[in-house]
């Protein structure tokens, strides 16, 4: 099993509220990103950050933010939710080689199913 | 385009039998290629990794195959269980960026019946 862990596992919220989705690793891995998941689709990267202070914007636009202050949490906020945000959301972390291929497995958390109405 | 197709969509076998699921990418320049499981409201979770030189790469009654040039990979399950039920993701590596990408395939959902 690996050791990351998400919080809430399921959310029901209603429109305009401010939700944060918590995320904790305890493998010490630099890498730590965010999916997005709908039914039947692939997984879409909405953040990353390879350490302490970096956060970038993956390749899905999101109006979600995030924050890297301690290299085991990568918490995911939303300052105002609407129905479109409606997903499951997976947290995950690797180890970073500092090179080019990105060869490492990745060890996901059991995910956070959002529902806003 | 970088790209990874899967095949099936989904998938009924009965318990015991053999499966093969499909996975063609476009992806290049190629690093590595990973099959990952994942069960119904979980986080999904890898089963094999396959570099360029490898062609093939068993994991219990999951194996791999990998054809670098056609760009193909397939995942074989021998004498299907019940707990083989999930759906099955192909995630591709690049090397061509600076610090590599994933692509992500939709999945195969195997169902695996009594």
């Known amino acids: 099993e690996a050791d990351i862990y998400q919080t809430p596992r399921y959310l029901v919220i209603g429109t305009g509220k401010k939700i944060t989705l918590e995320c904790s690793q305890t493998?010490?891995?630099?890498?730590m990103y965010w999916y997005q998941q709908d039914p039947g689709m692939e997984l879409h990267l909405i953040h990353y950050s390879y350490g302490v202070n970096s956060t970038e914007k993956g390749d899905l636009s999101s109006e979600s933010t995030v924050s890297r202050i301690r290299t085991e949490h990568f918490p995911l906020t939303l300052e105002s939710a609407r129905p479109s945000h409606t997903s499951q959301y997976l947290c995950?972390?690797?180890?970073?080689?500092?090179?080019?291929?990105?060869?490492?497995?990745?060890?996901f958390g059991e995910g956070s199913r959002l529902t806003v109405l | 385009k970088n790209q990874v197709e899967q095949s099936p969509q989904s998938l009924i076998i009965l318990e015991g039998k053999n499966c093969t699921l499909q996975c063609n990418y476009t992806v290049s320049p190629f690093s590595n290629l990973r099959w990952y499981k994942q069960d119904t409201g979980r986080g999904p979770v890898s089963l094999t990794i396959m570099t360029f030189s490898e062609n093939t790469k068993s994991n219990g009654r999951y194996t791999a195959t990998l054809d670098a040039d056609t760009k193909q990979s397939s995942l074989h399950i021998t004498a299907s269980q019940l707990s083989d039920s999930a759906s099955y993701i192909c995630?591709?590596?690049?090397?061509?960026?600076?610090?590599?990408?994933?692509?992500f395939g939709r999945g195969t959902q195997l169902t695996v019946w009594p």
């Open positions: 995630v591709v590596s690049d090397r061509g960026s600076t610090l590599g990408r994933l692509y």
């Open positions: 493998m010490g891995h630099d890498k």
């Open positions: 995950a972390s690797s180890h970073y080689r500092g090179d080019r291929e990105e060869t490492g497995e990745l060890f």
